[in-house]
């Protein structure tokens, strides 16, 4: 189903692994936020020296939405969550006079998500709960490996940032652990992380659901429920990683908001530490949107890198591509 990032994977892994002697991060710039991140990693891993950091102790996190694949025109997981509305019409008849499930049937996304928070936690329920997880993998991995992004009509898993893809094989080459802290769901995103990005389900901490054991005849299974367990965002995503984790990152990436507790939190750790925005800044090959955006929101954060001289990486300026290459036609 993965097999073209497979393949992906292992050639940007191999282009910039310590024996191949290339240049890491092929599709980086060079420039300052280049720069920032790999004098970051030779530090750290160059025994001898007072910034020196043992292999267990180099824990990097990375948002998902915004930082390692796009997030525009609205949360990936909220497609999946409406095509699943759709799916399952047949069977909810009253839907077709309930909102926000009414206006999704119609298509009339404004209206169906005029209710803000409230009317996607009613659409994530409504698609997510009742069932066991296992059939709810099922659901996600068939879902992504056919569905395409509304604008672009590329798979969402082509929907990832190249320079991102590379970063994540270079750390994994020098050593570091990855961890994948996002406010997208943690089943959602584990079902395909391994396959994308080379970070395995149990490196993944996201948002999550009450799940119950239950007994389906003499077999045990996990039925996931409609109350909602974590929402993985703001301040919990730095008390998700200590209780997943058990380690303070000493390299943190992000892209909003959202994120800013993640990277206030690892900043404040002892000895040499990474923290890294990513800068929604090109409108001609992805999207530019910041302060003002409903989704992504970069405005707070953006003055604490600013203060603080964290690495803010422009898309526009850092980056010679944003998504893989698309396969050569037959």
């Given at each position: 189903?993965?097999?073209?990032?497979?393949?992906?994977?292992?050639?940007?892994?191999?282009?910039?692994?310590?024996?191949?002697?290339?240049?890491?991060?092929?599709?980086?710039?060079?420039?300052?936020?280049?720069?920032?991140?790999?004098?970051?990693?030779?530090?750290?891993?160059?025994?001898?020296?007072?910034?020196?950091?043992?292999?267990?102790?180099?824990?990097?996190?990375?948002?998902?939405?915004?930082?390692?694949?796009?997030?525009?025109?609205m949360?990936?997981?909220?497609?999946?969550?409406?095509?699943?509305?759709?799916?399952?019409?047949?069977e909810?008849?009253?839907?077709?006079?309930?909102?926000?499930?009414?206006?999704?049937?119609?298509?009339?996304?404004?209206?169906?998500?005029?209710?803000?928070?409230?009317?996607i936690?009613?659409?994530?329920?409504?698609?997510?709960?009742?069932?066991?997880?296992?059939?709810?993998?099922?659901?996600?991995k068939?879902?992504?490996?056919?569905?395409?992004?509304?604008?672009?009509?590329?798979?969402?898993?082509?929907?990832?940032?190249q320079?991102?893809?590379?970063?994540?094989a270079?750390?994994?080459?020098?050593?570091?652990?990855?961890?994948?802290?996002?406010?997208g769901?943690?089943?959602?995103?584990?079902?395909?992380?391994?396959?994308?990005?080379?970070?395995?389900?149990?490196?993944?901490?996201?948002?999550?659901?009450?799940?119950?054991?239950?007994?389906?005849?003499d077999?045990?299974?996990?039925?996931k429920?409609?109350?909602?367990?974590?929402?993985?965002?703001?301040?919990?995503?730095?008390?998700?990683?200590?209780?997943?984790?058990?380690?303070?990152?000493?390299a943190?990436?992000?892209?909003?908001?959202?994120?800013?507790?993640?990277?206030?939190?690892?900043?404040?750790?002892?000895?040499?530490?990474?923290?890294?925005?990513?800068?929604?800044?090109?409108?001609?090959?992805?999207?530019?949107?910041?302060?003002?955006?409903?989704?992504?929101?970069?405005?707070?954060?953006?003055?604490?890198?600013?203060?603080?001289?964290?690495?803010?990486?422009?898309?526009?300026?850092?980056?010679?591509?944003?998504?893989?290459?698309?396969?050569?036609?037959?």
């Open positions: 189903m993965f097999a073209r990032f497979t393949i992906l994977v292992l050639a940007v892994i191999l282009c910039i692994t310590p024996c191949s002697g290339a240049a890491p991060l092929p599709s980086w710039n060079d420039g300052a936020a280049r720069e920032s991140i790999t004098s970051f990693v030779e530090a750290v891993t160059r025994e001898g020296t007072p910034e020196y950091v043992p292999q267990a102790e180099r824990v990097a996190v990375f948002d998902n939405d915004g930082t390692l694949w796009a997030e525009q025109p949360y990936f997981q909220l497609f999946f969550a409406i095509d699943r509305v759709r799916a399952l019409a047949p909810h008849p009253e839907w077709q006079e309930q909102e926000p499930f009414k206006s999704v049937l119609a298509g009339d996304m404004k209206s169906a998500l005029a209710g803000g928070e409230k009317a936690l009613q659409l994530v329920a409504a698609t997510h709960a009742g069932m066991t997880t296992e059939e709810f993998e099922r659901q996600v068939d879902w992504i490996a056919t569905a395409k992004h509304p604008e672009t009509g590329r798979p969402f898993t082509e929907m990832v940032y320079p991102m893809l590379e970063l994540l270079y750390l994994r080459a020098n050593g570091f652990k990855i961890f994948i802290v996002s406010g769901g943690i089943e959602f995103m584990r079902p395909w992380c391994e396959a994308v990005y080379g970070v395995p389900p149990e490196n993944v901490i996201g948002s999550s659901a009450k799940t119950t054991l239950e007994f389906r005849g077999t045990p299974v996990l039925v429920q409609r109350e909602i367990n974590s929402i993985d965002d703001k301040a919990e995503k730095a008390v998700n990683i200590n209780l997943h984790v058990g380690r303070r990152p000493i943190a990436f992000g892209n909003s908001d959202g994120d800013l507790a993640m990277l206030q939190w690892t900043a404040a750790g002892k000895g040499r530490r990474l923290c890294v925005l990513i800068h929604h800044d090109d409108a001609e090959r992805e999207w530019a949107y910041d302060r003002k955006s409903p989704i992504g929101r970069l405005d707070k954060a953006l003055d604490e890198a600013q203060r603080r001289a964290w690495t803010v990486v422009s898309m526009k300026a850092d980056w010679k591509l944003i998504f893989p290459p698309l396969p050569l036609k037959p």
